[in-house]
């Protein structure tokens, strides 16, 4: 069965834009309303949906990144979704986690508009089961970040790099990426032709 929709690890209270409450045919101008976001969803195709408790009682389901602001006014830049989030959902399976080691960790950010900017990681949305997870060089983790402007993105490890003081000591400037390649290898560890162990001791079992 597909999963379709999951926790959050950590809901966390911010802000929506009220015209993505109006499906923008009013309160366009109207100030953030405070919500807390508590879950997510996945259609194959489309935008991570987020799913928030608004502060007046109402649930809605099913907004991009883009609707929201970390603080109680309109982002301070504006970033169009293709720039927030730079690849669509893969199918409706996927998890979701908060690493501990990156919990709330600075991070530099390469948006989809090809600029540089900072944020600090929330959680991490991973996708499984479909065809496009289980192929080496397409499979990706998507990292919801919150940007210092304001504004959550959801981008892939290879378009984050970490700042850590007390590991990371040699941070490259920007536009100066590390230059890996994309995995493309399958691994199977059952390859290798390898003799099974055909003594068994029961005794010691």
């Not at 199918?91 to 944020?119: M, N, P």
């Not at 397409?138 to 790099?161: E, T, V, Y």
């Amino acid at each position: 069965m597909a999963t379709h929709i999951s926790d959050i690890p950590r809901p966390m209270y911010a802000y929506v834009n009220q015209a993505y409450l109006y499906d923008f045919e009013s309160h366009l101008t109207d100030p953030p309303k405070e919500c807390l976001i508590y879950g997510i969803s996945a259609l194959p195709g489309r935008a991570w949906g987020l799913s928030v408790l608004l502060n007046n009682g109402a649930l809605v389901q099913h907004l991009p990144v883009q609707a929201f602001n970390l603080r109680d006014r309109k982002c301070s830049s504006a970033h169009h979704l293709s720039t927030l989030q730079v690849w669509s959902c893969y199918d409706q399976d996927f998890s979701t986690h908060e690493y501990k080691a990156l919990s709330e960790i600075r991070v530099r950010c390469y948006l989809g508009d090809g600029t540089w900017t900072h944020g600090r990681y929330w959680f991490t949305a991973a996708p499984y089961n479909d065809h496009f997870s289980r192929t080496p060089d397409q499979h990706k983790h998507f990292n919801f970040i919150w940007l210092d402007c304001g504004c959550l993105a959801s981008l892939p490890g290879n378009r984050m790099l970490v700042i850590d003081p007390s590991f990371t000591v040699d941070m490259p400037e920007y536009g100066d990426r590390p230059k890996y390649r994309v995995n493309t290898q399958y691994w199977y560890p059952e390859d290798r032709n390898v003799k099974f162990d055909d003594v068994i001791d029961y005794e010691a079992g």
